[in-house]
């Protein structure tokens, strides 16, 4: 018998793990695998667990797929998780980390939903797997199809993706199709497609899935520190993310591996925040944003799929979300990369952005463990950077030229007198 079945996020409606379905029959909401917990607590082993190799599958007995026989994996997983302790003295908190997802195999956190949708898909037989895209879903779902030996179909919205993102999905063989709207948009139309043609998986993180794949990031970070965090800010596009964290962390409460459970933090562009301006609100639902936008293009989404589960995830854990600015997250981009040494995306430098104002409000104290996720690596947009930061000076090919700039003839000067 399965310790693993789905349930409906709207009406609670249960059904068996073989079924193949997206949402409820029901009511329509969208659906999430469940694990049974006693029976987890009972029957895995957490010390011979955690003796493995940090990784996606270390967590194989917490994750619902059948026939683990035939699993497909880049070896996602096991990202760093830096202490970043000039930053950390900059802002004022002794215990911050970034936990880096852009070191996953093709540069994002999608690695991780998408070793385990890939694997379902082939579980149920699927010929062909289909996402809607802004960027890193599209190049996870196009390397996973690959390794899988799939077809793989791409949709993206016009205009609003970032080249070094395309540039992989192009390369990995997908099928990409680029359509005259925005995201959102995008994704109803695979729905669409998926209903009408049963051979085709949907693997955007309405899948539940990715989601179940995704929640290992909560389950890392807890091993890492071998503590809870205190707080985890994490950037908000479709929602999926923030959903599934809070997903792992709970899950891990109850399994006993950890005393307490962060608060979860939402962060969305200023462009792009139907959830950040729900939360500011008190409200349980949310105002899509018909046209969003931000130089952060990994969460340039109006109206997030996930919207529900993330609402829940802020509330439930007694958290808050927020809105950044694009100057904000450029500016935390670069002071990420010179007092650290870690390049991510916009998006990724969103909860960045946001520890200065969170510190202002007194919402974080000095002593806090703040863990920051940084979805994706930076050479995925690099257009931002060659578009906002200074060309290379060009001098004459000469020594006195280079030491006259760098400043080493006047020092030189100074120190004979």
């Not at 999926?240 to 891990?252: H, L, P, V």
């Not at 997030?304 to 600015?325: C, D, F, I, N, Q």
Request: hydrophobic content about 40%; aromatic content about 8%.
């Amino acid at each position: 018998m399965s310790r693993f079945y789905f349930s409906c996020i709207g009406c609670g409606a249960t059904f068996p793990l073989t079924e193949n379905i997206y949402s409820c029959s029901r009511c329509g909401d969208l659906i999430q695998a469940e694990v049974l917990i006693d029976e987890v607590r009972e029957e895995v082993d957490f010390r011979a667990l955690k003796k493995q190799p940090i990784s996606v599958w270390r967590y194989a007995p917490l994750l619902p797929i059948l026939n683990t026989s035939k699993l497909i994996t880049l070896h996602e997983g096991g990202t760093g998780l830096h202490h970043c302790r000039r930053l950390g003295s900059l802002i004022g908190l002794e215990h911050l980390y970034v936990k880096n997802e852009g070191e996953n195999p093709t540069g994002s956190f999608k690695d991780r939903g998408m070793t385990v949708g890939i694997s379902r898909a082939l579980e149920v037989g699927a010929r062909s797997v289909i996402c809607a895209s802004t960027g890193n879903t599209a190049a996870s779902l196009a390397a996973y199809g690959a390794k899988a030996g799939l077809k793989r179909i791409v949709l993206i919205p016009s205009g609003k993706i970032a080249y070094g993102k395309l540039a992989q999905a192009i390369v990995y063989g997908a099928q990409i199709v680029q359509i005259k709207g925005n995201f959102d948009e995008a994704l109803n139309i695979v729905f669409k497609i998926c209903s009408r043609n049963k051979e085709v998986y949907l693997l955007n993180s309405v899948n539940p899935f990715r989601i179940e794949g995704q929640k290992t990031l909560a389950y890392e970070v807890c091993d890492q520190l071998n503590r809870h965090p205190d707080y985890f800010i994490i950037p908000v596009g479709n929602a999926g993310n923030i959903s599934a964290a809070w997903k792992g962390f709970k899950e891990y409460y109850n399994f006993d591996q950890i005393k307490a459970k962060p608060k979860m933090v939402g962060v969305q562009a200023e462009g792009a925040a139907p959830i950040a301006e729900a939360v500011a609100k008190k409200s349980l639902s949310i105002t899509p944003v018909n046209k969003p936008e931000t130089v952060a293009t990994a969460i340039r989404i109006g109206a997030p799929v996930s919207w529900k589960k993330a609402l829940r995830a802020v509330y439930e854990s007694h958290g808050t979300a927020l809105t950044v600015s694009d100057d904000e997250i450029l500016e935390a981009q670069s002071l990420l990369a010179r007092l650290e040494g870690l390049f991510v995306e916009p998006a990724s430098a969103a909860p960045i952005a946001a520890l200065k104002k969170l510190k202002e409000e007194d919402y974080l104290s000095s002593g806090d463990f703040v863990v920051c996720v940084a979805t994706g690596h930076g050479l995925k947009d690099p257009d931002v950077i060659s578009r906002l930061y200074e060309k290379p000076v060009e001098v004459d090919a000469e020594v006195s030229s280079i030491e006259r700039l760098l400043g080493f003839a006047e020092e030189a000067r100074v120190h004979s007198i």
